[in-house]
């Protein structure tokens, strides 16, 4: 019953720093996406990958890449950490695509950039 | 464009008292889908309920209802007779073919269940 699977879990960088967060499935879903959690914002999208080789940029991508590695794993790179970067970080997938395809989420990252 | 209102930022109630989230939703689609995630202290999203645009009856599950307005552009959530358990922030989500198919989400409600 693992479904979606983030690691790590907690992390504090320096601004400046780089780290990469990962994130696979065991659904077999194909599309998946990367959401930030801010106070009063709700969730909003940094990147979705539709399907395996396929990445596109969501709300708010700026400061991130991504890398759809295969099927299960998509991970989320900050190049150089920023102090605005500190939230909390949400992998999720869906089946499809598709409108009304009903995405599940991993257990969150909480990310502090000092 | 779409977009999902959540006014209520906190909601406080006491245990056993019903109380309503409210979702109003902004979009030009014909076919849409809406979400209700609940997120508890532990952090993580659970996936409550899904509903097209199409289907507007009210529907319920043990102490949770949700009522699907399309001519208020509302899908509110009701839990009745609260318990401590229920605390959790609350998000309302739209997908819609508008933005790619891509779902969005209200900025949430958090409810706080006093004993």
């Known amino acids: 019953n693992a479904g979606v699977t983030q690691t790590p879990k907690f992390q504090v960088l320096k601004t400046g720093q780089s780290m990469t967060l990962q994130c696979a499935q065991d659904?077999?879903?194909?599309?998946m996406y990367w959401y930030r959690q801010d106070p009063g914002m709700g969730l909003r999208l940094i990147y979705y990958?539709?399907?395996?080789?396929?990445?596109d940029k969501g709300e708010v991508p700026n400061g991130y890449n991504v890398s759809r590695l295969n099927k299960r794993e998509f991970s989320l790179r900050l190049e150089s950490a920023a102090p605005s970067q500190t939230s909390v970080y949400f992998c999720?997938?869906?089946?499809?695509?598709?409108?009304?395809?009903?995405?599940?989420f991993g257990e969150g990252s909480w990310l502090t950039v000092v | 464009a779409q977009k999902v209102t959540q006014a209520q930022t906190e909601i406080s109630v006491v245990e056993k008292e019903d109380v309503t989230l409210d979702c109003v939703y902004e979009t030009r689609d014909t076919t849409y889908y809406l979400f209700w995630y609940k997120q508890p202290p532990s952090g993580e999203l659970v996936f409550l309920i899904r509903?097209?645009?199409?289907?507007?009856q009210n529907e319920i599950s043990g102490r949770y209802s949700w009522n699907f307005q399309k001519s208020t552009s509302s899908f509110n959530f009701t839990i009745t007779a609260s318990q401590v358990v229920d605390s959790a922030v609350y998000f309302c989500?739209?997908?819609?073919?508008?933005?790619?198919?891509?779902?969005?989400f209200g900025a949430g409600t958090r409810l706080f269940v006093k004993a």
């Open positions: 509903r097209n645009s199409f289907d507007e």
């Open positions: 990958s539709a399907s395996e080789g396929t990445t």
């Open positions: 999720a997938s869906s089946d499809q695509q598709l409108v009304g395809n009903t995405i599940y």
């Open positions: 989500a739209l997908s819609g073919s508008t933005g790619g198919f891509k779902t969005i």
């Open positions: 659904m077999n879903h194909n599309s």
